[in-house]
């Protein structure tokens, strides 16, 4: 997840799953001539240019990708630029204020696997919230339960890899434990200022052709890989590969599969 190269080689979980669920979903967004949509946690800006854009329907309406990582959004402004297209640093958990006056109120919001990486959930639907016009309205997707983040846990008590995955908690998704994630995040968008909400769970499965394929994505998505030293990033990524497969084995049947469970919520204000 700090490497946009390799993130855009191995995204096509995220791509092929942000299409499917925009194509069941994208209705529900009334758009005006002179609306305006953020996607929020656009990595690469891949989805952005190629699944939310075409969504637009006049070239007057404006569009801003944003993502926490700075490699994320200069990789964006340089593979994916789009004359209608912008794309700015923001941190979704933390401060808003400057980006809500720069750039904001938008008609609109979306945020495909990114909000999960978000510890304060609260902090984070305000946000989205704030971020929104008086009647705005969100599409939000993103992981609540999946074998990777067992995965990140099990090597961080490793001696070999401990020593790098100290905070490992900050990058498990908030809802791994939630016995009802849907009714978690009901309760927290009622409270910032939703009042119509559509919630769905669903698990969200894709395969990989081989072992490569496999394991540039589960590296793509792990953030600890470049802290480790640069000799030991190899063994690291295979153990890492090893484990998520012994557990898609056992679960799925198959090893080359990621297969996380997902909220997909609608909410308006």
Not at 43 to 50: H, P, V, Y
Not at 77 to 98: C, E, M, W, Y
Not at 228 to 255: C, H, W
Request: charged share 20%; aromatic share 12%; with cysteine.
């Amino acid at each position: 997840m700090n490497d946009p190269v390799l993130y855009a080689k191995s995204n096509s979980f995220q791509k092929v799953t942000t299409q499917k669920i925009l194509s069941e979903y994208s209705h529900l967004f009334q758009w005006r001539e002179d609306g305006s949509m953020l996607d929020i946690g656009c990595g690469t800006g891949d989805a952005t240019i190629e699944s939310i854009l075409p969504l637009l329907p006049t070239k007057s309406n404006r569009l801003i990708g944003c993502d926490i990582s700075n490699e994320m959004i200069d990789y964006a402004r340089k593979h994916n630029s789009h004359p209608n297209v912008a794309f700015q640093q923001l941190d979704i958990g933390g401060n808003i204020d400057d980006f809500l006056t720069k750039f904001g109120p938008f008609d609109h919001a979306a945020s495909f696997f990114c909000l999960h990486w978000v510890q304060n959930q609260n902090a984070a639907m305000e946000n989205i919230s704030k971020l929104l016009t008086a009647d705005g309205d969100c599409l939000l997707v993103f992981i609540t339960w999946s074998h990777n983040f067992h995965v990140f846990l099990e090597m961080s008590k490793s001696p070999k890899w401990s020593q790098y995955m100290k905070d490992v908690s900050q990058f498990i998704s908030p809802y791994q434990e939630s016995i009802s994630p849907a009714d978690d995040l009901r309760v927290m968008l009622q409270t910032v200022g939703f009042t119509d909400c559509v919630i769905q769970a669903r698990e969200s499965r894709h395969l990989y052709d081989n072992y490569d394929e496999f394991a540039n994505f589960v590296s793509s998505i792990n953030p600890f890989v470049n802290r480790i030293p640069a000799s030991e990033q190899q063994y690291f990524v295979a153990d890492l590969a090893r484990r998520t497969m012994i557990k898609n084995k056992a679960t799925y049947g198959i090893e080359y599969v990621d297969a996380p469970k997902i909220l997909v919520a609608y909410a308006k204000k």
